[in-house]
């Protein structure tokens, strides 16, 4: 009987290699062994997982919430390739019936220009397979809840892996990718950058609570305003601190204090509830920067990008991340830091960084 022994993770096209080291590195610390394969600007990474472990396994034990790199994974069956164009359906439903019973079929394709053209094929594959996978028995009427989620991932019209992803350790979008709309009145695109940053990182549930009106946040690197135009939306203070101009409307608002200080030696007065950072610097600059913020008590919550490097950037990223940690761990704090390459990121990923329990 064939076992789903390979994980595919789906990434940003560019970053197959970041991504295959850390699923190489997090899978070994967890006493999984196996090896990645890829090819550069496919957007996906296949990981081999070496029995006597199997992949379900692994998506079991690793928090899908550590990796950076990887929007979305799934435990596959064997590629299917060389499919008949008469009967696709047969080859696939046999693989699914080794698999465990789920709650719903994604169909997925890499974030690519060829996967993007494969969309509309797959949603139709879809509409006929999951009927068949239903009246199987292998996807749960809809409606009925299940502990994991089927994924077919398309490469083509003859070629295809179907896997399963545990509904609460792996991302809830298809692909992993949040879909976002440009807001017309928000002053740059980067606005969507720091909205898509708090639905990866803070549940909906909380958001009331975390980002409530009347809270006071610092925007270091603030022009020409698309993170402080989310602020002010939710209704908070802002200190937008950059030497370059800021939205005329958005400052309109009298929710805006703007100074034209250098991000890397400005301190607030008094505490804030928000800091957040978009200055494009060295990563380990910003790493520094943030630590002071977060040891002197300057935010409780804070989201700022590391700038990626032009090589090494899983491990300037890691070393980046494990410095803010030792940092904190010296000074006695409590936090959850965590890191996303996100969909509207480019060479840069996101980090959350919360200090003190909420
Ligand atoms: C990527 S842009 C920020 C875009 C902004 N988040 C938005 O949504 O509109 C980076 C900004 O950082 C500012 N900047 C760069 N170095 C800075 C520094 N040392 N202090 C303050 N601002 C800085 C630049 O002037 C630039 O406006």
């Known amino acids: 009987m064939q076992e789903p022994n390979t994980l595919l993770l789906l990434c940003r096209g560019g970053f197959e290699g970041e991504c295959a080291s850390e699923i190489s590195a997090y899978a070994a610390q967890e006493g999984f062994y196996g090896y990645p394969t890829l090819e550069r600007n496919s957007g996906f990474v296949v990981f081999h997982v070496q029995p006597p472990a199997n992949a379900c396994e692994l998506v079991e034990t690793l928090r899908f919430r550590r990796l950076v790199y990887a929007r979305q994974w799934f435990a596959c069956m064997p590629q299917l390739e060389g499919l008949d164009s008469k009967d696709r359906l047969t080859p696939v439903s046999e693989q699914a019936a080794a698999l465990p019973e789920c709650a719903e079929l994604v169909i997925e394709t890499a974030d690519t220009t060829e996967g ?62 949040i879909r976002l709309k440009f807001p017309a009145s928000a002053p740059s695109r980067s606005t969507l950058k720091l ?117 090494q950037r899983f491990a300037e990223t890691q070393s980046c991340l494990e410095r803010i940690e030792r940092a904190l761990g010296d000074a006695g704090l409590e936090w959850k830091l965590q890191a996303k390459h996100l969909y509207h990121d480019r060479e840069e990923i996101t980090c959350w960084l919360s200090v003190g329990s909420r």
């Open 195 to 311: 909205e898509e940053a708090w639905h990866w990182f803070i549940p909906r549930k909380y958001w009331d609570s975390a980002l409530a009106p009347g809270m006071r946040a610092v925007d270091l690197g603030a022009a020409p305003g698309g993170w402080t135009w989310q602020l002010v939306q939710r209704g908070m203070f802002v200190t937008a601190i950059d030497n370059g101009p800021m939205n005329t409307d958005l400052m309109e608002t009298g929710q805006v204090e703007h100074l034209r200080e250098d991000a890397f030696i400005y301190q607030p007065p008094k505490p804030v509830d928000w800091m957040v950072c978009d200055v494009v610097e060295k990563p380990a600059r910003t790493t520094a920067m943030v630590i002071e913020w977060a040891v002197n008590g300057w935010a409780r919550d804070m989201i700022f990008n590391l700038k990626l490097p032009m090589k």
């Open 116 to 177: 993007r053209e494969l969309q509309g094929f797959g949603r139709k594959f879809a509409s006929a397979l999951a009927p068949r996978l239903r009246q199987a028995g292998v996807l749960l009427k809809r409606g009925q809840k299940a502990a994991w989620r089927m994924h077919l991932f398309v490469i083509s019209g003859t070629s295809m892996w179907l896997g399963v992803a545990p509904v609460r350790n792996s991302s809830p979008e298809p692909g992993g990718i």
